[in-house]
């Protein structure tokens, strides 16, 4: 027997043989068939037969209308991570949501069987009947009530009270749960960011396996059983208890049901993952094969510099972390022994390569300076992106500013371009114009205290084209008398300094979402989040209700969540359109980020026997978990493994 079986027998073992009659099914030529090596568990009795684990009314998806062939079933998708936390790539390939964002980007039921909106803020979810967790276990309308009553309602667990996305104007919403399949959330006023939440690369998950985390709460489990769960975890108390074994996203907890395609074996080593079959997933193709069609996931951390070389070499089945286009050649020269193929995505970030002057740098006089449109404006110009552009992507990346891509109705290739031409004299002028003199004999200008006017840039290190970039601009800028020094931090720490005041200028990639639409939430261009590197301190403030941070001290910040707030109180498409068009001029104009590159090519690597992976895609955080909106649940091997 095959290792990847006997885990998977070891693990099904565990699962409760629940019975029920057989579904009535909408389709009446739609015939559910039994997936190997399932087929044999069922057919001795450790689980029921798959006409009883599939939802009454399941998810068919008919693969050739989307240009996809039917699959079949085996083989598990080798992939690397570069450290254990990423294990979220479950969730992400897997990208099982109550509503969903379709390859269109548009919101689709999933994991619910529908959604009904009216008036933009009387929201009914519509669960399908007989779904069940990862465990056999109902998923009904009680699953979403332990969230919200249990755990976000649970001053314990939720110390702050509902996200914030659940709060229009401050207040929560009515909830109502009538029946197992239907619950109801009505706002006074219309709540445009509910469903984009629930279908976000990294969702909410207002749901949770109540009959798995009640033996962890305060409400359901008596004091003295939680005492000896505490003390053998070695937690302070029961929220902190059930908090580590809540783990939805990075699904490390094997324990924890899930309604993902895919579930966690076992904690195991900590260089090795593995994900196998749900047997009670709601999707299936029209043929009535149960998906996902891949036995799962064997997921191995590995650092970032040497998963370039093993991919090359073919141990990677379908593969894009750790790769850049700076490594294309080392892939391409691979394709042929490694049996697989290089494909360039576009990426979906409104710039790929940007530079966030801090607007709350703690230095007063380096945050007035920051602040003047005028400098931005002149750095701007003084970046030749076409050297960048061809020196590092061969020409394939966009120039420009931070911006919506052509992939959105919103884009205007004249707002794209604005302060974005390479024009070294008007940055020069500019720069005289505000007062920062260049003495005879000295190559770079001064403060208007004195100090020499040395802008510090951040990074994380962790791409080489951005090393690269930062050089040019050294040098471009070197010829308008401003001199860059660059910084190198960890990740975690940059972002710390940065969220403190205690960053000038960091580097990172544009916005989240590239290609927003009316209906798009636009908190990414108003100071709404401190993760946003222009504003952190605004951002602190507004997320805080004004107990951390500071408040904004900025005209067209200001102009900026006026237009936010407008945005989350009209209920049109109509309505809204206006409003993020008024917030990307106001970008566009005043340079509140200084955008490089844009569509820079993101290396896909898929294997020449996987099937279904597209040619073209957009490679995009949020919305679209990166690979998951593309359904990795219908990637089939066209010669999976023999069975065991």
């Known amino acids: ?237 029961w929220a902190a208890l059930h908090n580590a074994r809540d783990d939805m996203f990075r699904m490390e907890n094997a324990d924890e049901p899930t309604l993902q395609p895919w579930m966690a074996v076992a904690r195991g080593s900590g260089s090795h993952l593995l994900f196998q079959r749900n047997p009670y997933y709601h999707r299936f193709d029209a043929n009535g094969v149960q998906l996902p069609y891949a036995d799962g996931l064997d997921v191995t951390v590995m650092s970032g510099g040497l998963i370039p070389a093993q991919v090359a070499t073919g141990h990677a089945d379908l593969q894009a972390e750790a790769l850049t286009f700076s490594q294309v050649p080392v892939l391409v020269s691979g394709e042929a022994s490694g049996n697989y193929r290089t494909r360039l995505w576009p990426s979906g970030t409104a710039a790929d390569i940007a530079l966030y002057p801090n607007l709350n740098y703690n230095d007063p006089v380096w945050r007035g300076l920051l602040r003047d449109v005028r400098f931005r404006r002149a750095l701007s110009l003084a970046i030749d992106r076409r050297i960048v552009n061809r020196s590092l992507y061969f020409g394939l990346a966009r120039e420009g500013g931070v911006g919506v891509l052509p992939f959105s109705s919103l884009y205007k290739p004249e707002r794209h371009g604005l302060w974005a031409e390479y024009d070294p004299k008007a940055a020069a002028a500019l720069l005289d114009e505000i007062g920062l003199p260049k003495k005879r004999g000295e190559a770079y200008r001064s403060l208007p205290d004195g100090r020499p006017l040395e802008v510090i840039v951040e990074t994380t290190g962790e791409k080489p084209e951005v090393a690269d970039t930062l050089q040019i601009i050294a040098e471009t800028w070197r010829d308008v008398g401003v001199r860059l020094l660059v910084r190198t931090a960890d990740r975690d720490v940059l972002r710390n300094r940065v969220y403190a005041g205690q960053v000038m200028m960091a580097v990172w990639s544009g916005w989240d979402n590239g290609v927003p639409e009316p209906d798009s939430n636009p908190e990414e261009l108003a100071p709404m989040t401190q993760e946003n590197f222009s504003w952190p301190k605004w951002g602190q403030y507004y997320q805080t209700s004004g107990a951390a941070g500071e408040p904004i001290g900025m005209p067209v910040a200001e102009t900026l969540m006026r237009l936010a707030h407008d945005w989350a109180h009209v209920a049109t498409t109509e309505e809204r359109r206006p409003l993020w068009e008024r917030m990307l001029d106001i970008h566009a104009e005043n340079v509140l980020v200084i955008g490089i590159v844009g569509e820079a090519p993101q290396p896909v690597v898929a294997s020449n026997r996987l099937r279904n992976v597209p040619e073209r895609g957009l490679w995009l955080w949020d919305p679209g978990a990166f690979l998951g909106i593309y359904r990795p649940d219908e990637f089939f091997f066209a010669d999976p493994p023999p069975r065991s």
């Not at 450290?83 to 390859?103: D, H, K, M, T, W």
């Not at 984009?196 to 749901?207: K, Q, S, T, V």
């Open 1 to 237: 027997m095959s290792p990847a079986l006997r885990i998977l027998l070891a693990a099904l073992l565990l699962l409760p043989a629940l019975a029920r009659a057989c579904p009535a099914q909408t389709n009446p030529d739609f015939v559910p068939r039994e997936t190997p090596p399932l087929g044999d568990i069922a057919t001795y009795g450790l689980l029921p037969p798959v006409s009883e684990r599939m939802p009454e009314e399941p998810l068919i998806v008919d693969l050739p209308a989307k240009g996809r062939e039917y699959g079949q079933r085996g083989g598990w998708i080798r992939s690397f991570i570069t450290q254990r936390r990423n294990s979220r790539i479950a969730a992400l390939y897997g990208y099982a949501r109550l509503v969903g964002y379709n390859e269109k980007r548009e919101l689709v039921p999933d994991i619910l069987k529908a959604v009904t909106v009216g008036e933009g803020r009387d929201f009914t979810l519509t669960l399908r009947r007989g779904h069940r967790w990862s465990d056999g276990a109902p998923f009904t309308s009680d699953d979403i009530r332990y969230w919200w009553e249990d755990i976000v309602n649970n001053p314990m667990l939720s110390p702050s009270g509902p996200p914030r996305f659940m709060l229009v104007d401050g207040k929560p919403p009515e909830v109502a749960f009538p029946d197992p399949v239907t619950v109801r959330f009505r706002w006074a006023s219309p709540n445009p960011h509910f469903l984009p939440n629930l279908a976000a690369a990294r969702p909410p998950f207002i749901y949770r396996p109540a009959h798995y985390l009640k033996q962890f709460h305060a409400r359901y489990t008596d004091e003295t059983t939680l005492a000896s769960q505490i003390a053998k975890a070695k937690v302070r108390n």
